[in-house]
């Protein structure tokens, strides 16, 4: 026998619940793109947060260990993927030692993630000028590019800095990428000088806010021994 039909207040409760369980999926996945699995999927993990909080601390540790975050950038939250690679494949990982002969010319470098909407500056400096005992020229600019479309390569940007190749003299040298996500299609504010240049007054002054990946390599002088 077929079961009665459901009163009608509680079809209209459940239209609502349905409604509110949107809204808070929503709001959930506009935190982060890590959150943006399935909620049923969310409730079998309990330790949803912990695995969260230890994936975040995977990807900016390295940043924190090499004094990026804290002497260029403050500390932020990972929300787009960036590839750096300079020919043929040399992959940029956070402390990898790479030769100044190695990255003569710019990398290509990827944007995985945002919309092709979505905007992008890219910053490339290095804080250890003239030596990293006493970096009294920090930072030095080598690079940057406005207005990348996400899910992009630096390419289909704006080049306003040209690339300079690095040439470290004194020690090793921390060169650090970063990126940015812009309000809008900007007129970017431009130093006048690649010496003294501060990340944090870029962003401020272009209203860029905090970035949303960074990656940084070391290098130092290369002698004719090694570069044979």
Known sequence: MPSPPAPAFLSTTGYVLKQYYCLILRAINTLHPLLSLPLHLLLLLPHYHTLVAKMYSRM??????GRVIGEVLDSFYPSVKMCVTYNPNKLVLNGLELSPSAVSTKPRVEIQG???????TL????????????PY???HL??????????????????????????????????VFVLFKQKRRSVVNLPTTRDYFNTRSFAEENELNLPVTAVYFNAQRETAARRR
């Open 60 to 65: 900016v540790e390295p940043l924190v260990i």
């Open 114 to 120: 945002g919309e092709m909407r979505t905007f992008f």
């Open 123 to 134: 910053v490339m400096t290095d804080p250890d000028v003239p030596g990293p005992s006493n």
């Open 137 to 139: 020229l920090r930072e």
């Open 142 to 175: 080598h690079w940057v590019v406005t207005d990348i479309p996400g899910t992009t390569d630096a390419s289909f940007g704006t080049e306003v800095i040209s690339y300079e190749s690095p040439l470290p003299n004194i020690g090793i040298h921390r060169y």
